[in-house]
């Protein structure tokens, strides 16, 4: 409890305290059991007052804990696919890598992660399949990850998607097909088609390219 408020309880139980020995004129045993009363009093709000001050320690220490040690940013991989879901539908253009242009599949993974993680990837399904980034397995898949793609199991690597979770990957797929779309990886062609996966959400890849600002503006939000 803090001094400010046990200097007021016992300013408040002199001042009784004086009351009682200055305006009771009842007989003096009346007057000390009065000073008792009042001396009792005072200890139980005092007590009361400590318990209080306790409890807020507690409650502080509890926040604390909950604002630190168990505290985690934001998941990039969040952030990543939200800016991937605003530009479902746009054209698919040969080359292209912007909303303007429209994409190809390759433009539009390297937008994507420039443009929300500030991140530069390599511009064709060539480059990203030679990339330094972890391989993954097919298995341990997580959303963020680059998955390539060749044609049926023929030829070298023809595509490039960014897997979303749930079997399901965003992607440019073909004019035809519409631009910008979700698919699902159990799909027979893109099943047929699976070549490898990359992880390029590593913590050392986030350490070094992604700007100390943007984790921030990712709190703070």
């Known amino acids: 409890m803090s001094k400010f408020i046990k200097i007021i309880v016992c300013g408040l139980s002199c001042l009784a305290l004086a009351s009682c020995t200055t305006f009771d004129a009842r007989p003096e045993h009346s007057a000390g059991a009065k000073r008792d009363t009042i001396e009792l009093k005072s200890r139980a709000l005092v007590a009361v007052l400590d318990r209080f001050e306790e409890a807020q320690q507690t409650a502080s220490d509890l926040q604390s804990d909950a604002l630190g040690a168990n505290y985690q940013l934001p998941s990039l991989s969040d952030s990543l ?50 990339m330094d980034a972890p391989v993954i397995a097919r298995a341990d898949l997580e959303p963020g990850d680059l998955i390539l793609f060749n044609d049926r199991g023929r030829g070298r690597v023809t595509h490039v998607g960014i897997y979303m979770g749930d079997d399901e990957f965003i992607h440019s797929s073909s004019k035809r097909s519409g631009g910008v779309r979700v698919d699902k990886l159990s799909n027979r062609y893109w099943n047929a088609s699976y070549l490898q996966a990359k992880r390029v959400l590593t913590e050392q890849e986030v350490a ?12 703070v939000q």
């Not at 990837?121 to 399949?129: A, F, N, S």
């Not at 390219?209 to 921030?216: F, G, H, N, S, T």
């Open 208 to 219: 070094a390219q992604v700007r100390p600002e943007e984790l921030l503006s990712r709190v």
């Open 81 to 130: 696919l939200d800016r991937g879901k605003t530009l479902l539908g746009t054209p698919y253009q040969y080359g292209g890598n912007s909303r303007k242009t429209g994409f190809d599949c390759s433009g539009f993974v390297s937008h994507v992660y420039k443009e929300e993680l500030d991140i530069q990837l390599p511009r064709t399904t060539r480059g990203l399949l030679s």
